[in-house]
T-cell receptor, first 114, second 110 residues
């Protein structure tokens, strides 16, 4: 059974703080993704990674960076948190199999920036 | 225009009803489509895939209409446990990336 875990379910940070969100998957998936989900806007892709040390920008990368030092771990970094980054953050992983695009999601981190 | 558009609902139906959701997509090159289910305060989970010939899984049927660029999800004999948000999803240019609609909320009442 695929398992994607995220370091925190709820997080409260102050404006200007550096924030680290960690994601770990245990199924040896090559692809990993970070999304944010806001009411009425759906899931929006922030960054994704096809391989270790490899990253590509998604639709809304501004204000975020990522790190993938190991295959199973993909970190999202908010360099200087702002109130408009208050959101639900979801990590996902998938295989590099053109016959299957299914992404498996972690439980999410609800981040509040005050 | 959003790449994947859905009616946000909510669709409020009695138990046992049949309910259908539609979703439109803008990229005619997309080949694969999916319906994900998301319960309140939970992560999205794959409900079913939709390929060119459509797909049926128990009470759930998904159809694809390429000419009109829409997909549909039909739920028969609705259960209380079907209450959730249903996300319409397309793949993007065979890139492993997925594009998610904003979701359609379904409420099934006793």
């Amino acid at each position: 059974d695929v398992k994607v875990t995220q370091s925190s379910r709820y997080l409260v940070k102050r404006t200007g703080e550096k924030v680290f969100l960690e994601c770990v998957q245990d199924m040896d998936h090559e692809n990993m993704f970070w999304y944010r989900q806001d009411p009425g806007l759906g899931l929006r892709l922030i960054y994704f990674s096809y391989d270790v040390k490899m990253k590509e920008k998604g639709d809304i990368p501004e204000g975020y960076s990522v790190s993938r030092e190991k295959k199973e771990r993909f970190s999202l970094i908010l360099e200087s948190a702002s109130t408009n980054q208050t959101s639900m953050y979801l990590c996902a992983s998938s295989l590099q199999d053109m016959g299957s695009y299914e992404q498996y999601f972690g439980p999410g981190t609800r981040l509040t920036v005050t | 225009r959003k790449e994947v558009e859905q009616d946000p609902g909510p669709f409020n139906v009695p138990e046992g009803a049949t309910v259908a959701f539609n979703c439109t997509y803008s990229n005619s090159a997309s080949q694969s489509f999916f319906w994900y289910r998301q319960d309140c305060r939970k992560e999205p989970k794959l409900l079913m895939s939709v390929y060119s010939s459509g797909n049926e899984d128990g009470r759930f049927t998904a159809q694809l209409n390429r000419a009109s660029q829409y997909i549909s999800l039909l739920i028969r004999d609705s259960k209380l446990s079907d209450s959730a948000t249903y996300l319409c999803v397309s793949e993007m240019d065979s890139s492993y990336k997925l594009i998610f609609g904003s979701g359609t909320r379904l409420l099934v009442r006793p």
